[in-house]
């Protein structure tokens, strides 16, 4: 139910390529093994501790989808946001099948008609990556870009060790997996 939410690398020490070397970064497992790959420091933390983490020093940086950094006043103690984004946060609802085969029609029907709802909001999502981009650079919040040849690099390699991480988890899945989603 969410699109065009990319995440993003968000750090308060400037860099001139995708490296992370010497830098404590806050990850999820989502981008954990992207983030070794760019030579972070990686500490998994809540987000209710990244803002003190960031205020101690205790990271430099966090991974985090474009939006929602305000939310948590995260841009008080962020000084630049790397792009382009990788990956894209993913929020989906999911019903267990037998579960929804119980719901009444009328139920299952009014199920539908709000899922059918959310989905044709999915305008909205690519709207409020803007909005989130220009409030960022408002907050002082400075954008780095790569050029071309580099982000290109950057894009590929979040990929590649986005693929090879399911590939060591689940081989048969992946497999299946990367044809439906992988780039062309």
Request: aromatic share 14%; proline share 6%.
């Amino acid at each position: 139910m969410v699109e065009n939410q990319p995440f993003h690398i968000y750090t308060n020490k400037k860099v001139d390529k995708p490296d992370l070397t010497g830098q404590k970064i806050r990850i999820t497992p989502v981008y954990r093994d992207f983030f070794q790959a760019l030579n972070a420091n990686v500490i998994t933390t809540a987000p209710g501790e990244v803002y003190t983490a960031l205020e101690r020093g205790v990271v430099d940086g966090y991974g985090w989808p474009i939006g929602g950094i305000f939310d948590l006043n995260w841009h008080e103690k962020t000084k630049f946001r790397i792009d382009p984004g990788f990956y894209d946060a993913e929020v989906s609802l999911i019903m267990n099948p037998a579960a929804f085969k119980k719901l009444t029609p009328p139920q299952a029907a009014y199920l539908q008609k709000q899922l059918l709802a959310l989905e044709a909001e999915n305008t909205f999502w690519a709207k409020y990556t803007a909005d989130e981009m220009a409030r960022q650079e408002k907050a002082g919040i400075q954008t780095i870009k790569f050029d071309a040849a580099t982000t290109k690099s950057f894009i590929d390699k979040a990929y590649q060790v986005g693929w090879a991480s399911a590939e060591k988890q689940s081989p048969e899945i992946a497999g299946r997996f990367k044809p439906l989603f992988a780039r062309k």
